[in-house]
């Protein structure tokens, strides 16, 4: 089987040692069950990004484009691979210009085509708001799912509003996102007990966000939840691991709510080095508006932590209430203290919570289980399309 992927994330082009993240490895793994993966993925000219061969039969095509003109070059150089390639399926990484893209090179040349979700983003009112463009993004999206031959989504809440649009259900897929947690299980003891005892007082309890400082995550929920907590139990620290547009104003509103010495900002921490601040950590909080999965609780329960996270979709397909730990409302800093504060004052629970968060995404989210799922997708996509 030849799969081309159309997307957007660049890092699958770039050197192994700039990237944060395993998205190259996934990429990799993904070619070892077909004949050929091509990968579009749009990129800005600065970068001066090359084709890159991952593997023997996975390569990467970036766009190096202007911004105005990165989808139209993806467009472009699809185009080529199609020409020159006999592909069985076109899969996009999401379903707005990705998904665009995607149909088009459907329509030209009768290629089979798969859409995957990566977010709970169609009619998700917090994302609809954040940007104008969204409103039209939503518009677009809506049609191009109706379009393709196949739906990837990542939890059973976006499989409930797939089904709503109409879409058969034996064309919706309900496949995770694909979660090393072998990797993610390996730490080292000394670095973990090093990170305790640079964050913490001897009787404080360490908690740990990590993922995008993104406006979709709410951190500042989580900086309003963490004033809460500190003036019940002063020896608490939170660190946040990541970075991005939102990080000056997030370290301004930690500086204002007085929480500069509770509150550390680590910046992008290697993917190799991230499972060790899993293993430091005593939970792990998610305060996020909306989630397509939450893969972070995926590799915080792998290092045995319970979890905290909205009451979104993703999350509830992770989170199992009150027994690996606990969903609270979205925006409710008030909720999201009192179950940190519960976890803080009962270590017991949050050892017991975290036993059962591993035992339960092992079962759940078994990596090779999910790539045997997405290639029967991959499968049934083509005779679906035919």
């Known amino acids: 089987m030849n799969v081309l992927i159309i997307g957007s994330d660049y890092t699958l082009a770039m050197d192994r040692e700039g990237v944060i993240g395993d998205s190259q490895d996934r990429h990799i793994l993904y070619g070892k069950h077909v004949s050929n993966l091509f990968i579009v993925v749009t990129s ?3 970068m001066g990004l090359g084709v890159k061969r991952l593997s023997k039969n996975v390569v990467v095509y970036p766009t ?4 105005l003109l990165s989808w139209w070059d993806a467009y472009c150089i699809g185009k080529h691979i199609c020409r020159d390639n006999k592909l069985d399926i076109i899969t996009t990484q999401d379903p707005f210009l990705a998904g665009l893209v995607g149909y088009r090179l459907k329509r030209r040349f009768s290629i089979p085509l ?15 708001r954040e940007n104008i463009k969204n409103y039209f993004f939503n518009k ?22 797939i089904a709503g649009y109409g879409i058969p259900q034996d064309r919706i897929w309900l496949i995770p996102v694909l979660v090393n947690l072998v990797k993610l299980s390996r730490f080292s003891p000394t670095e973990v007990n090093k990170l305790r005892q640079q964050y913490l007082a001897p009787d404080g309890k360490l908690i740990l966000y990590a993922g995008a400082l993104a406006k979709v995550k709410n951190i500042p929920n989580l900086l309003d939840a963490m004033s809460r907590v500190i003036a019940m139990h002063p020896s608490t620290r939170l660190l946040i691991c990541g970075d991005g547009g939102e990080r000056a104003s997030l370290e301004a509103l930690s500086s204002k709510l007085g929480l500069t010495n509770h509150v550390t900002f680590l910046g992008n921490i ?10 430091a950590c005593d939970f792990f909080v998610l305060p996020s508006d909306y989630e397509g999965l939450g893969r972070v609780l995926i590799e915080a329960a792998a290092a045995k932590k319970a979890l905290i996270a909205t009451d979104v979709s993703g999350p ?13 409302p979205p925006r409710n800093s008030e909720a999201l203290a009192e179950k940190m504060m519960l976890l803080i004052q009962n270590s017991e629970l949050a050892r017991r919570m975290g036993e059962e968060a591993r035992r339960y995404v092992t079962e759940s989210f078994n990596p090779d289980k999910i790539v045997e799922r997405l290639s029967s997708m991959w499968h049934e996509t083509v005779k679906l399309g035919k």
């Open 44 to 46: 800005p000219k600065r």
């Open 64 to 67: 190096s484009s202007r911004r």
């Open 114 to 128: 798969n859409v995957q979700l990566p977010g709970d983003t169609l009619d998700n009112e917090y994302w609809v």
């Open 140 to 161: 677009l999206g809506k049609c191009i799912v109706k379009k393709a031959d196949t739906v990837r989504v990542l939890s059973s809440g976006q499989r409930e509003k």
């Open 270 to 279: 290697s993917h190799d080095y991230l499972p060790n601040y899993y293993h």
């Open 316 to 328: 509830r397909d992770i989170i199992r209430d009150g027994i690996n730990g606990f969903l609270v």
